[in-house]
Every structure is written in structure tokens, then in C-alpha cells.
């Protein structure tokens, strides 16, 4: 019962008078203590309802914040947001959470040592701090001793991170990867890209495909944009869309995603690329491939001689004599009846696509497989295609400065690890949790050896705590934010949105922040980035924007679908007509996008060597022949063109030491993709959809079957031990699961502020191999044992 | 009074003074008894008052086990408090002559466990400073209110049918002129002892012992539908009233016996508290341990052949589960050990007859809690949560629960005789004449006398 | 007089828990500290249960996002001892905070396990109390707290029906929380009673069935089974 000022004095004197007159009741009594309980507060100020986008992941979903007297109360999807309309994730809810953070840091600080207390300074201090040993290092021309890594990935001010590093001198800039880059990297040397200095980023048009076949991407846990995935899933599921999207998954591990797909195919640990060939293999021996497209516009399929007269085997040899049913089956534990009807159904329909493989920060994949993964899409004749796939320009917010869109390419985690062996001066940790998760700990001594670390989170986290001077940026609520088309996502988008409330505390945006920096490090860095604010760049940057000719402002499902309609008719009704329209209307629209992008053509010219879709790359022929190839003796011959065909490469150590019966499989849930997160107490409640509410606590996921043998109940503690060390887990028996493997998620229990708890990273016992085209480490192989605690 | 000589079974003659002991006299055992007691009242003290200030978060409840072992006290005590009442009350009907030295020890049991059944719910509420919205805002399709009605008038019965047959043994204390005489005067209600007044209590206590017996058995098995009303599976069964029933005169007799031995021996009341009570009281505990099993049996069986997958969930959970070490326990505490000792003639004696109230006291509660515990723990459509442990906040207020049970009954006896002393006196001098002439009665056609 | 319920469909259920947390935040409930949180003492108005069927290899699991099912013959209403728990005109089950002695009769009650206790005075560490609802009261230590279908969201919405001068709360205009948040769009609100509405036209399809039906509930929490995978011409 709530009652009103009015009502609750009426009441009390009531009550009041009763008890004068000797006649007071009980239920008075009663009542009164009902309105006295809520301690509601009358008014508790305007309600807005204002735009924003999500920091959270790289995806950028567009927000739509309920705002009561200047404090934020809830955050829901934007409806007219393209990738994620009106859905959100549950990261994004979250954000109250993390605005209103116990340990949010609201000031810039510095210390001594890590294990000295923080002294709180002024932004000028800090930054003046910085400013003088960039300056230092300059001067002594050791501008390479200063590294950053940054989580953003996406958008302006991730750009300005790495323009400002490279105007200063330095080129260590790391970015999260996007766990797009080795499918990408297939396509990139199976189907080219144009040589002209743009950047390229491979997308799916994954809203219209109709059959997928998904080779271990965790598409509803850590994957792309969740919550467009999310929405794609909705659709594919959407009856009333027509026909219903079939989604097969193949992967080792029970996920959430092979939980929810219409089939789950649980192949053997490493062996995607063969079942990718197995599949192949039935398309090519019974026919079922797009003949008009790997016939006229592919190359290396038939046996073919170069110019040297070299006779080269063909793909379809190659997978006819390689991957019969029989050796596949074996490969990967899979029937060939499965393999042959999953093939049949692949080949039946338009629309079909293969994803994969499975990707994160710890485990890139492998470019073998990828390019067995990306033969099929070939084979079916989906590249480009309406529900395909495609290399299309990165598009982004432009950088208004000279060579502004030269991005810096992401760097492996163990490209990063070498340049930590330099003995670097200053590393700049913005948005980084990620990359402290994939270290084990002789990396963290290594980040310990490093004089001056600079951690940007806004709240305490494992950046922080290995900082000695922090710079906190405030959330995405608190700060212009931008958005861009996240990875694999078809269309071109940008989008902006002013700040909805100001920052807390003494809080800044990081590229306000980076913008000081520069005019205090320098004069010729001042020069390069003549703007104020960060609104201002905005500003600069949106009108070179407004110079385009094609796409609109957001609008609702039902604009999206007449701009189609007139872009298939060859028309396009901009909705501005000067810089400061395009300007209005973006912030005020919250972006714009092109939702013509994707052409659903099916690609015809290829920018490779032979011009056309290859399946014996050739720039990965070339790309062996420089580094000296990874036999050199064999070349040229049938071994050597082993090595560049999509092939199947066993990566499980023959060594494997006694007893080490299990595979880890680390993957990255949902509520810690990316790294961050861990100090969300909502979100330690949800931390997997599997076995109640269990947060809190790092885990790892065991078969029913395996852990029933083992004696091992639910939520015991046990280790978890490699060839190279054991760390503490707790057990999540996952029923249904495939015995022999273990699942691993990134992240777990807070490791700093006031929920903290000591863990061990589970980078500490994963052992790298080496991808030999890539030279990055891939760990699907670490096997372990496990024991009670 | 002449025909009275006339008759074979002339009136006794004894001494009571003894019966008075335990009042008049204080041992230093009385002392060292009443502090441990009160020891465990005060950890009880503080306990609840941690439970109060911080809420029930201290207890080992969880999602989904909402209640425990309050919840189980309160099926509990409700059960021990049949012991009294009930039974004095059936033993008074019928006339049952080895009655006399027990209804008295057996009453003051209800009154007192009563309390701390009532209690238990109270302990386990959120808000026990709203407890009044019962009345505010009863609602009277709830069984938890049906029990809040049928309590208050068990309450209510039970002290009445305590008080009406301790009127001329207060009396007596009265005229004793000791201790607490304005206590005695005044309970006294001025019983002078006249033909009239005896007349109006014998038919006070008739009508309170016809009343109690339905109050007694409607409160165990309104109790009983707490559970048996909702859909949960072994909670929603209609044997749940008798078999509540059965089972709380079972404990109740096993509680009244443990409570007699230890009067017998504290106040050497040998004379008073003979073998043949507990003889005849072991016998009624064998018949109620069979009765028990029975239920218990049909129960399960009826479970178990249904085979509906919800009710088998939780039976086997007790049968082979996490619960089934209490659940065999229990069998054996309840049925295998007593009806080993009972059914042994030889063994119906004092000890027998205590140690079986002893495992079977101890069992009943394992049995309420294998009742309330396991239907809750495994919900139809949760993963199970883990196994329910008290904390120590709950464990030290059942202790102290019980403890302080204990000492008011043992405050009790230091204030009123704990053996009923005119119906002892009325026993000696009047019954003897009395069974003669109604067993005459039974049987056909006597001869005329002389 | 409507009668709200909710139709979700689990062939669309990512098991993402964005609903969860949504209902958290809109509702104030109280996020739990580590040790509470690890007795499974969380407060989720609606959870996501999973439910593995079959083993390994043909092992599925089905995710069930359970709310309150809002019984047409709610268990927990007649159970209360104080009236505490009431169903209004509209059929949402709703909780009296203030009056709620927290004999917990009706969370054991209810078969579906959706009512929830607070064992401790609820705490938001500092700053966090400031991203409260303001519709929404914060219930003190040893009441029961349930879904509530977001019922402030309808009062308001019936606030703006009559600021203009419409007799009834128009499709749409109503959403709970958990509803709104849904990514793949796997959750519907509307009137059952109406027969035009989304949710009326899904709860009759054949895919439709509610949770233990059996037990004569009748709840108004409606769930679409799993479709059938597309058949193919291969």
C-alpha cells in the first residue's frame, strides 16, 4: 500500500485521534505501519528517455536510456538501432550497474609501486606525469618502449588511440582481436582483396541465410555483436519470416549454441577443417556442388599445371583421394551417414553458408581449417550471394587528419608477448582486461618489470590493479559515443550519440583524455589534433561523412524496407542536404547506415593472382615460398601442394603424457566476452545458463558421464592440471556433455574491489602450438587431468 | 457408610507427604538442573535476537528450502503436546483406574510443548512484528490459519483441562500455609473441598475430557494439511491427517514416558509411578509403533506403485538419496527398536519401555523432518540446490527450544504436584468400591448377592 | 477488463538471461554479495531453468525462461495466512510487501518455485541505490517478493490512457521488462482476453502448452514448444 503525503497525515491523525479517544484499532494501527514501510521519495525528478551505445563489446549496440532526475534507472535496446532493434544483452542491462560501481574510480591517481597506496591528483598532474616521460623517451628517440593495448576495437576513439601512437613514434598498438581475423584471412587468400591500401573486413549476411553450418563459433555466447546474433536467431526461428533457418553445429563442446542449434555434431577436438572436407567431399562425389560457379570462377579446382610446367593437383582430386567418408568418420568420430545427409541438406537449398572456426583471444583458430570452412562456401557458390559471405571495405568513422584511415593491423597475442621481452617503459591499458585474462603468470611478471603501466578502467579491475597510475575513463552513458558496423555485420553503419549524463566524479572520456595528452606532450602532436573536445572531432569527422552519397539516418523496420525498395530501383532520397543537416539529423537520429551495402550478387571477379575464387591460394603459395615454407626440401611436389590446399592437420601431440585423458576447450561465455564485466554482480548471477545461479567463482564444465566416473559432484573444487601447472576450479557437471572434454570459460571471480577473489588464470596451464601459416599459438590441444581438490 | 464397611474392599489408608517434596523442598540437584537449562535458554536468547536484527538469511534456509528444522519443531512439539491431553483424556473416559498418578504429568507436557510448537512458526516467521496480520487480515482459505484457530483453542482446552483437576491439589497447598500462599490462595478459587463442589468439578473435568479428544485430534490434523493441502509432491496425500495424528500420539506417549521415569527417579515417586504404568504405557506404544508403521508402509507403498514420476523424484531421494540415512534411521528408531524392546514382555519394563520412547522421540523428529525437508529441496522445475544443513543459529534455538521446554516443566513441578494428589487420595479411598460395582455391571447375569 | 498473460516461444530462446537482468534492474531487486549469491539465495524474478534431456551424443538441453506463471488459480493465494498475496480484476498476482509476515507458505506452495524471500535487509553498496526505479518500492527484510508482470508499467500506462482520454490501455503500450529486452524476440505480452492480440492468436497454436497444466493452475504464462527443423528436398 503506498500512500501520499495527504493520505498519510490524514491517516496518522486518525489514528492519532483514535488512540486519544481511547478507541484506537488495531487495523490503524496496521495501516499506518503499511504507509510508513516504503520510503518512497515524492518526486523523484524529470523522466527522460535518451539514446546512447553500448561500450561494453566491440558490437556497439544502440541503447535506449531511461534517465529520472539525471540518474540512469534502466537501458534497453534502441528500436531504431540497426544491429540490435529494441534487443539487448544481458552486458548491456548492466550498465546501471557499472555507472553506479562501488569501485568506480573517479579520480586520476598515481603510486609509487603496486603495492603502495593510490594518492588521488589533479587531471593536469596526471597527465603532466605522463606527458614528461612520453617526452623523455622521445627525446632519446625510444618512442618503441611505449606500448598500448586497447579493448575498443571499433569506432573514432579506438582510431585516435592508434593514430596517436603512431604520430608519436611508437607502433606497438594492440587491439582485441575480433574472432573474425582467420576466417578472414582465409577468404582474404582464397578470394583476394583489392591491393588499393583500404582496409577489408569479411561479413555475413547471415539474415538471410537459410542453411548454416557453423563450425564451433559460440554464436550465443561470446561471438560478433550478441545481441544482433540474438536477433538473427529470433529471425532464422521466425515463422512467420517463412521458411525456418536450419543451424548445425559442429564443435567438441556442449555449448549453449550446440544446446540451441537444430543439430549438434559433436566432431572430435581439432578436426573442423576435416569435417569441412569430409563435406566436401560428398558435394564433389555426388555432384551437389554449384558446377556454373566453381566452373567458370574458381581456380585450382581440376588438376592444373603452372608456368613452369609443374603439374598441381586439383581440389577435387585432392579431397577425392584425402577425405573419403571412411577417413573423415574416423577423424572425427562422426558417421558418414551424418556427414553425407548433412551434405545433401547443405547442398539443397540457396543460402547456405559455413562459419567458422572457433575463435578468441587464447585460440585463434586455425588457417587450415578456415580455409577448408571457406572451400565450402565456394562449393556452394555462396560467396557474396544473398545469406553468403564477403570481403566488403571497412567503413568507419574517418579520422579527419592526414592518413587518418591507415589502421594499424591487430597484432597476435604472441607478437605482443615478444615486444613485452623488450623491456618497454610505458604500457597504456585501455580497456584491457581481455589481454591480462590470456596471460599466464611469467607474462604478468613481465607486465611487473614495466616502470610505468596507465590503466584507463573506470572501475577497479586487473588493469587497474597492475597500474601505477590510472586515468579513468567513464562509461559510454557518460561520454559522446560512437558506433560502427561491429565485425561480420553486412552493412555500413556509423552512429553517435551525445553524453546522457555527465561524467561521475572526476571521470573523462579516454579520447578527451588522449587529446590532452597530445597538446601536453607535444607541439607537433598538438598541431596533428587541433581539436578541443571530443565533440568537435566528432563534429570534423561527421562532415566528411556528410559528402557521401548513399545510405540515410536510422529509421524503423518499415523505412529500412522502402529504402531498400528504392535502392533496387536506382534511387536514393537523401535525408540531408548540408554538413550541419547531416549533423542535426545524425545526433539526433543516433546514425546513419547503408542498408544497401551488401549486394547479394554472387561474386564474379576475385582480386587474386588467377582472378578468380582460388582454392589453391596462391598469395598463401607465395606467402610459404618467403618465409622458406615449412618443409623446404619437398618443393615443388605433391607434398608441397599439401600445404596450401585446404587441409586437415593433426594437432593433437603424439606425446600426449600418460594420463592427461582430457581437452581443454576454452571459450568465451557471454557474460565475460571481452574480458570485462567480472565486478558486475548481476552478472556473476547469470554467469551460465546451465546449472544455476553459481557465480562468483571461476569454473570448468565436465560431462555428466566423466564426472559420474569420477566421483566428482557438482560444484566440488578440483585441479586442473597440464603439462605445464594446475590451478583450482570449481565443476559444473554439464549433462549430455561429450566425455573427454572440458570446457573453460575465460573469466570468473572479480580479481580486485571489494568482491575480489585470488585465481589462477587459466592461461597459466594452457599450452601453446604454434598455427605454422599464421606462427600465432592456438591451444584447442591442452590436454589435462583432473582431480579432487 | 455403613454399607461401605460391609463391602470387601474397604478404603485405603497412605501418606502423600511425598507428593508435596518436590515443592516444599529444594536440592542443590534442582539448582544445577535449572542453570544448565537456562544456559541453553539464554544461547536460545541470543540466537533469535541475531535472527531478529539481521533476518533470516542467518538460518541454512535457501531457495528452494523455505522451511526446516522450525517448521519440522513446530510439526514436532505440535505432535508431543497429544501426550497429555489426549491421552489422560481417553485414559479419564474410560475410566482407566492406573490413570491417576499420570494424567496430572501428562497435561502439564501439552500445555508447555504447546507453547514452543506455537512458538517454532513464530521463530520462522520474516516479520514476527507482524504477526497480528493473522488477525488483521485473517484469511480464512489459508490451512496455516486453520492451525492459528485450532492451536488457540487447543491452547485454551489444555490449560483449562490442566487447571480444572489441579484446583483441590492447590487447595491443599493453600492450607498447607507454606510458600507462595497469595499464589495458591488465589488459583485456589476458593475450593473448600464441599460434596458441591467436587460434584461441579468431576462434570467440569468430564465435559473438558469429551471436548479435548476432537480439539486434540482436529489440531494434528489441521497441522498435517499445512503440507497436504499444497500440490508438492509427498506433501499432497490424503492419509496426511490420521497419519499425523497416529503419529503425534505416538511421540506424545514416548515423550510422557521419558518424562515419567524421570519424575519416578528424581522425586523417588517409585510408589506412585509403578512398572505397571509404564507396562501398560509400553503396551500402548507398541500398538501405536505398529499403527505408525502401518501408515508410514501404506504411505510409501501407495507412493512407490503410483510411480508418478514427481512423487518417485522424491521418495527415492529418501529412499536411496541424500535424506535416505535419516530415512532409515527413522524406520529403525521408530519401528525395528521399539517393537524389538515392546514386543519382548520381558523388556516392558521401565528401562525397556524408556529407551524405546528414547530412539522413538529422536525418530519422530527425523520423520518430520523427512516429511517437510525433501518435497521442498527438489522442486519440479529447479535444479537441485544441494542439501539443506541448520545453521547454528537455527540448532541453538531448537536446543534452547527444548531446553526451555524442560525447565518450565521442571519449574512446574517446584510450584504444583506434579502427581495429581486427591485423584490419587480419591483413588485410594474410592475406586476399589467403584471397579467392583461397574464390573459388576459387565457381567451377565450376576448372582444375587446374599 | 483485459487479462494479461505472456506467450514465449523456446524455439527463439537463446538462454542469453537478458530477461533476468532486465526484471533485476527495472525492479530493484537487490543484486546479492558472493557468499549469499553462492548459497543460491539470488533473487530472479524470472530465471532461465535448463532442462537436459537424453545423453551424450543426442543430449539436448531446453532453456525455459520461468517468470510467475500469474495463475488463473494461483496455489499461493489461498495459502496465505494474512491476504498478502491477492489476484486482481486483470489477473496479475501481486504481493503486499507491507503486509507480508514472511511465513514463507506460499513459496513452498508454489509449484513453480518463483517466489522469492528476502533474507536480509536488501543492500545496494554505495552508489548503487542511485539507479533505482523510482515506480518501483523496495522491500524490506522478510517479506516475499514475486514477479509482478512489471504492473507500475501497466499503471502508468493506464495513467497516459486516461491523460488522453482513452478508455483502455492501447496494444503494445504495456510491456514488461523482460519482454522488452528480449534479443531474439522470444517473448509476447498482451491480452488474452482479446482475441485480435498476438498472444491470444499464438496461445492457440500447436505449439502452445503451459506448465504444469496438470496440477489445475491454469497459468497465464504460455510457452511455444520447439519447431520442427525445416525439412528438405536433399
Not at chain 1, 490 to 500: C, F, G, R
Not at chain 2, 433 to 449: D, F, G
Request: aromatic share 10%; charged share 20%; with cysteine.
Amino acid at each position: 500500500m503506498r500512500l501520499g503525503r495527504r493520505e498519510f497525515i490524514t491517516l496518522a491523525g486518525g489514528v492519532a485521534g483514535g488512540a486519544a479517544l481511547g478507541r484506537v484499532s488495531l487495523r490503524g494501527i496496521s495501516r499506518l505501519n503499511e504507509a510508513l514501510e516504503p520510503p518512497s521519495a515524492l518526486y523523484p525528478g524529470e523522466e527522460q528517455w535518451l539514446r546512447s551505445i553500448c561500450s561494453l563489446c566491440s558490437g556497439g549496440c544502440g541503447l535506449k536510456v531511461r534517465t529520472v532526475g539525471g540518474r540512469v534507472i534502466k537501458v534497453d535496446g534502441n528500436p531504431i538501432y540497426p544491429v540490435n532493434r529494441d534487443g539487448i544483452c544481458p552486458r548491456g542491462q548492466t550498465l546501471t550497474q557499472l555507472i553506479y560501481h562501488p569501485d568506480r574510480i573517479l579520480a586520476p591517481a598515481h603510486r609509487s609501486a603496486i603495492d603502495q597506496p593510490w594518492e588521488t591528483s589533479s587531471w593536469d598532474q596526471t597527465l603532466e606525469s605522463l606527458a614528461s616521460t612520453l617526452r623523455r623517451l622521445r627525446g632519446a628517440d625510444q618512442q618503441n618502449r611505449v606500448l598500448m593495448v586497447s579493448g575498443r576495437s571499433r569506432g573514432l576513439t579506438s582510431k585516435l588511440c592508434s593514430h596517436f601512437l603512431s604520430s608519436y613514434g611508437s607502433n606497438h598498438f594492440f587491439e582485441l582481436p575480433s574472432g573474425m581475423e582467420t576466417s578472414q584471412r582465409a577468404l582474404e587468400f582464397m578470394a583476394g582483396i583489392p591491393n588499393d591500401g583500404k582496409a577489408y573486413r569479411m561479413a555475413y549476411d547471415l539474415e538471410n541465410s537459410r542453411y548454416i553450418l557453423n563450425f564451433g563459433c559460440d554464436l550465443l555466447e561470446g561471438w560478433g555483436t550478441p545481441a544482433h546474433t540474438m536477433r538473427l536467431f529470433g529471425q532464422w526461428r521466425d515463422i512467420k519470416r517463412g521458411r525456418r533457418t536450419t543451424l548445425i553445429h559442429f564443435g567438441p563442446r556442449l555449448s549453449v549454441t550446440a544446446a540451441r542449434s537444430d543439430e549438434w555434431v559433436p566432431v572430435e577436438v581439432g578436426t573442423l577443417g576435416a569435417m569441412a572436407l569430409g563435406i566436401a567431399f560428398v558435394l564433389i562425389s555426388e555432384d551437389l556442388y554449384n558446377r556454373s560457379f566453381v566452373e567458370s570462377f574458381s581456380f585450382g579446382f581440376e588438376d592444373w599445371t603452372d608456368r613452369s610446367g609443374q603439374a598441381h593437383m586439383g581440389f577435387r582430386r585432392w579431397v577425392r583421394e584425402e577425405y573419403r567418408l571412411s577417413r573423415v568418420s574416423e577423424i572425427t568420430g562422426i558417421s558418414s551417414e551424418t556427414i553425407v545427409r548433412i551434405a545433401r541438406e547443405f547442398a539443397a537449398q540457396p543460402g547456405s553458408i559455413a562459419i567458422g572456426p572457433q575463435q578468441s583471444p587464447v585460440q585463434p583458430g586455425r588457417l587450415s581449417d578456415a580455409m577448408a570452412i571457406q572451400a565450402l562456401n565456394a562449393l556452394v557458390g555462396s560467396i557474396g550471394t544473398r545469406g553468403g559471405v564477403s570481403l566488403i571495405p571497412e567503413f568507419g568513422w574517418p579520422l579527419p587528419v592526414a592518413d587518418g584511415n591507415e589502421t594499424m593491423r591487430t597484432a597476435s597475442l604472441d607478437g605482443l608477448v615478444a615486444v613485452l621481452d623488450q623491456s618497454p617503459e610505458v604500457l597504456i591499458l585501455d580497456q584491457a582486461a581481455w589481454f591480462i585474462d590470456s596471460l599466464d603468470d611469467a607474462h604478468l611478471d613481465m607486465l611487473n618489470r614495466i616502470p610505468l603501466i596507465v590503466s584507463t578502467s573506470p572501475v577497479e579491475d586487473a588493469t587497474s590493479k597492475l597500474a601505477t597510475l590510472l586515468l579513468p575513463d567513464c562509461t559510454s552513458l557518460e561520454s559522446w559515443t560512437d558506433g560502427q558496423s561491429p565485425s561480420a555485420y553486412p552493412y555500413d553503419l556509423i552512429a553517435l550519440t551525445p553524453p546522457v549524463i555527465p561524467p561521475r566524479g572526476d571521470s573523462r572520456p579516454w579520447g578527451e583524455t588522449l587529446l590532452a595528452l597530445a597538446r601536453m606532450t607535444d607541439p607537433a602532436l598538438e598541431s596533428v589534433y587541433p581539436w578541443k573536445d571530443m565533440e568537435s572531432l566528432y563534429r570534423a569527422s561527421a562532415n566528411e561523412l556528410s559528402r557521401r552519397e548513399n545510405g540515410y539516418l536510422f529509421g524503423t523496420q518499415v523505412d529500412e524496407q522502402w529504402q531498400r525498395m528504392l535502392e533496387r530501383s536506382g534511387w536514393w532520397n537523401p535525408d540531408w542536404t548540408s554538413e550541419d543537416e547531416f549533423w542535426d539529423g545524425l545526433v539526433n537520429k543516433g546514425g546513419w547506415w547503408d542498408p544497401a551495402t551488401w549486394v547479394s550478387e554472387p561474386q564474379h571477379s576475385f582480386q587474386t593472382v588467377s582472378g578468380k575464387f582460388e582454392f589453391f591460394s596462391q598469395r598463401l603459395e607465395a606467402l610459404l615460398r618467403e618465409k622458406g615454407g615449412i618443409q623446404p626440401g619437398l618443393q615443388p611436389s605433391v607434398e608441397w601442394d599439401r600445404q596450401i590446399l585446404p587441409h586437415h592437420a593433426d594437432i593433437l601431440p603424439d606425446n600426449a603424457p600418460e594420463g592427461f585423458e582430457w581437452t581443454l576447450d576454452p571459450y568465451e561465455p557471454l557474460v565475460f566476452f571481452g574480458g570485462a564485466s567480472r565486478q558486475i554482480p548481476f552478472l556473476q548471477q547469470i554467469t551460465s545458463p546451465y546449472s544455476g545461479p553459481r557465480g562468483w567463482r571461476s569454473w570448468i564444465e565436465m560431462s555428466a558421464e566423466d564426472a559420474h566416473r569420477m566421483g566428482i559432484e557438482e560444484d566440488e573444487t578440483v585441479w586442473v592440471e597440464s603439462a605445464r601447472s594446475r590451478i583450482q576450479r570449481r565443476v559444473r557437471i554439464l549433462e549430455g556433455g561429450k566425455p573427454g572434454i572440458v570446457g573453460a570459460p575465460l573469466g570468473g571471480a572479480p580479481t580486485t574491489g571489494r568482491w575480489a577473489r585470488v585465481e589462477s588464470t587459466l592461461a597459466e596451464i594452457l599450452v601453446p602450438i604454434s598455427d605454422p601459416y599464421l606462427g600465432v599459438r592456438s591451444h584447442a590441444t591442452t590436454r589435462v587431468k583432473i582431480y579432487k581438490a | 457408610m455403613a454399607q461401605l464397611a460391609e463391602t470387601p474392599y474397604p478404603p485405603l489408608s497412605g501418606n502423600d507427604e511425598v507428593l508435596f517434596h518436590p515443592i516444599e523442598r529444594t536440592t542443590r540437584g534442582f539448582y544445577i538442573t535449572v542453570a544448565i537449562l537456562l544456559f541453553f535458554t539464554v544461547m536460545m536468547v541470543v540466537a533469535y535476537i541475531t535472527q531478529l536484527r539481521e533476518g533470516l538469511g542467518v538460518t541454512g534456509l535457501t531457495i528452494p528450502v523455505y522451511w526446516g528444522i522450525y517448521i519440522t519443531n513446530f510439526v514436532f512439539f505440535i505432535g508431543i503436546s497429544h501426550a497429555g491431553t489426549l491421552i489422560s483424556a481417553i485414559l479419564r473416559i474410560c475410566h482407566a483406574e492406573w490413570r491417576r498418578s499420570i494424567t496430572r504429568a501428562a497435561e502439564v507436557i501439552t500445555v508447555m510443548v504447546l507453547l514452543f510448537g506455537a512458538g517454532s512458526v513464530i521463530t520462522d516467521l520474516g516479520r514476527p512484528d507482524r504477526a497480528l496480520n493473522v488477525i488483521l487480515h485473517a484469511n480464512f482459505r489459508s490451512p496455516l490459519l486453520w492451525d492459528v484457530c485450532s492451536i488457540t483453542v487447543y491452547m485454551t482446552g489444555s490449560v483449562i483441562y490442566l487447571y480444572l483437576p489441579l484446583i483441590p491439589d492447590i487447595a491443599m497447598l493453600r492450607d498447607r500455609g507454606k510458600k507462595w500462599q497469595w499464589l495458591y490462595r488465589l488459583l485456589a478459587f476458593g475450593w473448600s473441598g464441599t460434596e458441591r463442589q467436587h460434584r461441579l468439578l468431576e462434570k467440569g473435568i468430564a465435559v473438558m475430557a469429551i471436548l479435548v479428544i476432537p480439539i486434540a485430534i482436529s489440531v494434528h490434523t489441521v497441522v498435517s494439511w499445512v503440507f497436504a493441502m499444497t500440490v508438492q509432491p509427498m506433501w499432497h496425500s490424503t492419509i496426511f491427517g490420521p497419519y499425523f495424528v497416529v503419529g503425534a500420539i505416538f511421540s506424545g506417549i514416548a515423550a510422557l514416558l521419558i518424562a515419567l521415569a524421570i519424575i519416578r527417579k528424581v522425586y523417588h515417586l517409585e510408589e506412585y509411578l509403578k512398572e505397571i504404568h509404564f507396562r501398560n504405557l509400553g503396551q500402548l506404544l507398541l500398538v501405536m509403533s505398529l499403527l505408525w508403521f502401518y501408515f508410514t508402509f501404506a504411505e510409501h507403498l501407495t507412493t512407490f506403485y503410483g510411480n508418478e514420476p514427481e512423487e518417485m523424484h522424491i521418495l527415492m531421494l529418501k529412499l536411496y538419496g541424500p535424506y535416505s540415512l535419516l530415512f532409515w534411521a527413522m524406520v529403525i528408531f521408530c519401528f525395528i527398536i521399539p517393537v524389538g524392546i515392546l514386543g519382548i514382555p520381558k523388556w516392558r519394563n521401565v528401562t525397556g519401555t524408556i529407551t524405546a520412547s528414547a530412539f522413538i522421540v529422536v525418530g519422530m523428529w527425523l520423520e518430520r523432518f523427512i516429511i517437510v525437508v525433501p518435497s521442498l529441496a527438489n522442486p519440479r522445475l529447479m535444479p537441485s540446490q544441494g542439501i539443506y544443513l541448520p545453521s547454528w543459529v537455527e540448532i541453538f534455538i531448537s536446543l534452547g527450544f527444548f531446553s526451555t521446554f524442560i525447565l518450565f516443566y521442571v519449574l512446574f513441578t517446584k510450584f504444583f504436584p506434579i502427581v495429581s494428589i486427591w485423584e490419587v487420595k480419591e483413588g485410594r479411598e474410592k475406586s476399589l468400591q467403584e471397579v467392583h460395582e461397574r464390573v459388576r455391571t459387565y457381567i451377565p447375569h450376576p448372582l444375587k448377592e446374599g | 477488463m483485459a487479462r494479461w498473460g505472456m506467450v514465449i516461444d523456446l524455439d527463439k530462446c537463446t538462454a542469453c538471461q537478458s530477461c533476468v537482468v532486465a526484471c533485476q534492474v527495472e525492479n530493484n531487486v537487490p543484486s546479492m554479495t558472493p557468499e549469499e549469491s553462492l548459497k543460491g539465495r539470488n533473487i530472479s524474478w524470472i530465471k532461465v531453468v535448463p532442462f537436459p534431456e537424453g545423453s551424450f551424443p543426442e543430449a539436448k538441453i531446453r532453456f525455459l525462461p520461468l517468470p510467475c506463471m500469474h495463475c488463473d488459480d494461483p496455489p499461493c493465494v489461498t495459502v496465505c495466512p494474512v491476504d498478502a498475496t491477492n489476484i486482481n480484476e486483470e489477473g496479475i498476482v501481486r504481493q503486499i510487501f507491507a503486509r507480508c509476515i514472511g511465513c514463507r507458505y506460499c513459496t513452498t506452495a508454489c509449484p513453480y518455485t518463483v517466489r522469492y524471500f528476502n533474507w536480509y535487509e536488501p543492500i545496494w553498496p554505495q552508489p548503487m541505490e542511485q539507479a533505482h526505479n523510482p515506480d518501483v518500492s523496495v522491500r524490506p527484510k522478510g517479506v516475499v517478493e514475486k514477479c509482478t508482470f512489471c504492473h507500475h508499467r501497466l499503471q502508468k500506462a493506464r495513467a497516459n490512457a486516461i491523460a488522453e482520454d482513452r478508455a483502455v490501455v492501447a496494444p503494445g503500450e504495456y510491456t514488461p521488462a523482460c519482454v522488452e529486452s528480449c534479443g531474439p524476440k522470444a517473448m509476447y505480452f498482451g491480452d488474452l482476453d482479446d482475441p485480435n492480440s498476438e498472444v491470444s492468436d499464438l496461445s492457440r497454436s500447436p505449439r502452445a502448452f503451459r506448465l504444469l497444466e496438470e496440477l489445475g493452475t491454469r497459468p497465464k504464462v504460455i510457452y511455444l514448444a520447439e519447431g520442427e527443423r525445416s525439412g528438405t528436398t536433399g
